[in-house]
């Protein structure tokens, strides 16, 4: 127990001077041979058919690769300095998959990703994003997001010439110039109907008593 005791306390003392992102640093360079947390695995298929299942590897050492395999070695597809655009989207299928599409540099056609579902393909995308701006020092993201419904620009207002501008501007001259007095209307005119007499006639008066 004393012997324990003395290697808890001196192991103590190796990192008791380390400042918080210092213990940070060397606990994750502990773990690193125990757990590769630095690499995510994703089930998903090559190609825009559902037909091999694979796992995609995303990290630092591997770059962009897949296993068929979890005994196997990755089989390396790019790094993340020859992606030039990311894209996501859901499938055409009835069972709503997640695509997701990778433009790389020199590749004659994009590299073309299922995943089960749009959520996992968005995960992917920024996970790819982030590494791809990490290793090319760009601000600016790699994704292509899609549009959403409603999300669509206002027509555009089309611009005049200066002749149709001119034209404009002289009508609306002409039209303020005759507009600023009213029509007066002749008050004989309004009262040409015979007023109606409401005067009582004689032979009906009722003599009082």
């Known amino acids: 127990a004393k012997t324990l005791r003395k290697l808890i306390q001196q192991t103590f003392r190796q990192f008791a001077n380390l400042n918080r992102e210092e213990s940070i640093l060397k606990f994750f360079e502990i773990l690193s041979p125990v757990y590769r947390f630095d690499k995510e695995c994703f089930k998903c298929a090559l190609g825009s058919s559902w037909i091999i299942s694979v796992e995609l590897a995303i990290g630092p050492e591997e770059g962009i690769s897949y296993l068929t395999d979890k005994g196997c070695n990755p089989t390396h597809l790019a790094d993340f300095t020859q992606v030039q655009t990311i894209q996501y989207s859901n499938s055409e299928d009835k069972d709503r998959k997640g695509m997701l599409q990778l433009k790389i540099a020199g590749a004659p056609e994009p590299l073309t990703v ?96």
Request: hydrophobic share 30%; proline share 6%; with cysteine.
């Open 114 to 209: 299922t995943a089960p579902s749009l959520t996992i393909a968005e995960n992917m995308a920024d996970l790819i994003d982030g590494y791809c701006r990490l290793v090319n020092g760009a601000s600016q993201s790699f994704i292509i997001r899609p549009q959403k419904e409603g999300e669509r620009a206002l027509p555009s207002i089309p611009k005049l010439a200066n002749s149709e501008k001119q034209g404009m501007r002289t009508h609306a001259f002409s039209v303020s110039e005759t507009d600023d007095y009213a029509e007066i209307i002749d008050e004989e005119d309004t009262y040409t109907m015979p007023s109606k007499s409401y005067g009582i006639d004689e032979g009906n008066r009722i003599p009082l008593n």
